[in-house]
């Protein structure tokens, strides 16, 4: 795990509605920082390329005046096409260069496959079978892939990289979690460990968390809804379905263990940023008033 001077809070702005390939409430990069800064965070990952300035005086600019550190930033990739691993490559270079100027040397490009981008892994989120995923071929495209984009990541800018387990992509379920981390490279491609996709892609959060210690350099905080996903299995929602109806509710409601999470993270010595990720969506309330309930969450287990 990677350590830091201090353990810090920060959200992104999937928070805000800001979220890959779903149109959410995008209020404007001003308001969202001007949110997270009155909400009590320290820090932000820099969300969609082109919400926040790509401008690095712009973008500095605007995160010192609301005392925000820049932390990181998802870059959506294709991993499981050969053909467009170059793209990737460039897309994660291009955004690992804004966050190097901007946040730093610690800052980390969070890789993840094109959510929602296959339509069997969609429909089937929360509840994938080995018939859903990836053939052993493809499993080496794959890892090639990720490989060549952490590579790259690190030649040009010095940063690392980590990979971030999400439902409605190619990398969902602890098995495939499991498997992509032995099939890259430990010394550039960590892992991104996000309680909530984790949870609903039927792990659990605390011995995801102890058996990928080693790679585990960025943590995501997000909660999940025990009875929602019984219903969304039930009901075969699919994952934007189950994103829809709250399957990631407000920290403290869900059944996530967060201090022991917490525990766990401490025992381990990481001290680097815990991200906050609410994925507030049109209809579901104000992005304000849970990114300060989620604060307050954390300030009551000692975070």
Known sequence: ????NQLSVGNAPCSWGVIENVEGQ?????LVLDEMQATGYAGT?????????????????ELAARNLQLVGSWVSVYLHDAA????????????????????????????????YGDPIRT???????PEHGLRETEWQVFALGANKVAQAVKRETGLRTVFHQHIGTWVETPEETDKLLRLTDPSVLGLCFDT??????????????????DRIWHVHFKDHSPALA?????????????????????????DVDFPAIL?????????????????VLPGMGSPRESAQRNRDYLQSIGL
Not at 123 to 129: D, F, S, V
Not at 231 to 241: A, F, L, M, Y
């Open 1 to 4: 795990m990677k350590m830091k």
């Open 26 to 30: 995008r209020g404007g990069y001003a």
């Open 45 to 61: 990952e820099l969300g969609d390329w082109g919400f926040m300035p790509t401008d690095p005086d712009s973008l500095r600019r």
């Open 84 to 115: 467009r691993h170059a793209e990737s490559e460039a897309d994660a270079v291009r955004t690992a260069r804004l966050l190097a100027e901007v946040g730093g040397p610690d800052n980390f490009i969070v890789l993840g496959n094109d959510p």
């Open 123 to 129: 429909q089937n989120a929360g509840r994938i079978k």
């Open 196 to 213: 909530g996709h984790f949870s609903f892609g039927g792990g659990d959060p605390l011995a995801g968390l102890q058996r990928h210690a």
């Open 230 to 254: 019984e219903k969304s299995r039930k009901e075969g929602w699919s994952g934007t379905q189950s994103v829809e109806h709250g399957i990631f509710c407000e920290l403290g409601w869900g």
């Open 263 to 279: 525990a766990k993270l401490k025992e381990f010595r990481y001290e680097g940023w815990i991200v906050v990720e609410q994925d």
